[in-house]
């Protein structure tokens, strides 16, 4: 590992987060931001609607009332060449191991006016044993503290998963979130950084996001990686087929 990955890794481990400032290149981002605006003008057909979701009481699908692309990476090749960028696996390598898959991928939109998620953690949505699970966001634009930045609890990662009550509708779709009295909100950060970074978190790291006040989109897209190691827990629900990245497959894992 280099020294640089190994300062990421500690901060990591550490924190349950890290930030890479510039991962992007110009072309890259050009290209990400693009596809979110033709994707969320209907210029792209092949995109399924049923994983565009918009912000409460939107009726038609323009820039400003998308707030999320669900299944970004497994739907279109210009996300999935994101999510298979090698500087990104080299981050998720020195994080999680050579064995990689993508979990899940989306884009939180957050036009102007967009709502605030609340406090959650990812692993009360994912369920794999071990919680090996990073997620890479992506600031497709700059990302401050008026525009709806993610907040971070650090450390908390390492305090295992929090109880989640289902009671936070996002329109008419009740949605998970920790309630308040769990948090210690004194010691919470905002994560702001340029458009072309990227923050890699934990998925028991306690985050949120906050509404858009600004004039301008604040859109972050998240891949979810997993290690090839990992088992599927849910019994209810058949294990998906997850699409390895780097490194190699393990019998009997996802
Ligand atoms: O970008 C947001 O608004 C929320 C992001 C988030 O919760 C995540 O990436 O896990």
Excluded at 168 to 186: E, S
Excluded at 193 to 219: E, I, K, Y
Aim: glycine share 6%; charged share 25%.
């Amino acid at each position: 590992m280099h020294a640089a990955d190994r300062t990421l890794a500690d901060q990591y481990a550490q924190q349950g987060f890290a930030v890479v400032e510039d991962l992007l290149s110009d072309e890259t981002l050009a290209r990400l931001r693009q596809r979110t605006q033709d994707i969320a003008e209907g210029l792209v057909p092949e995109f399924p609607s049923a994983d565009i979701e918009l912000e409460p009481g939107a009726e038609r699908r323009t820039l400003a009332t998308v707030r999320k692309l669900n299944r970004c990476a497994e739907n279109d090749s210009v996300f999935l060449e994101l999510a298979s960028e090698p500087s990104i696996l080299d981050v998720i390598e020195s994080l999680i191991g050579p064995d990689i898959k993508l979990y899940a991928s989306q884009c939180f939109m957050k036009p102007p006016g967009g709502i605030a998620k609340p406090y959650h953690q990812d692993s009360a949505y994912f369920t794999i044993e071990p919680p090996d699970l990073v997620t890479c966001w992506a600031a497709l634009d700059d990302v401050t503290l008026d525009n709806g930045c993610m907040w971070v609890i650090p450390g908390s990662h390492r305090g295992g998963l929090v109880g989640h009550a289902r009671d936070w509708l996002v329109g008419d779709r009740v949605d998970m979130q920790v309630p308040l009295d769990r948090l210690d909100l004194g010691r919470e950060l905002p994560v702001v950084m340029p458009a072309g970074s990227c923050s890699f978190h934990h998925s028991l790291l306690l985050h949120r996001s906050a509404a858009n006040l600004s004039d301008r989109s604040r859109r972050g897209l998240a891949v979810h990686y997993m290690s090839a190691r990992s088992r599927w827990t849910d019994p209810a629900r058949p294990q998906p087929a997850y699409r390895l990245l780097r490194g190699r497959e393990f019998a009997g894992c996802v």
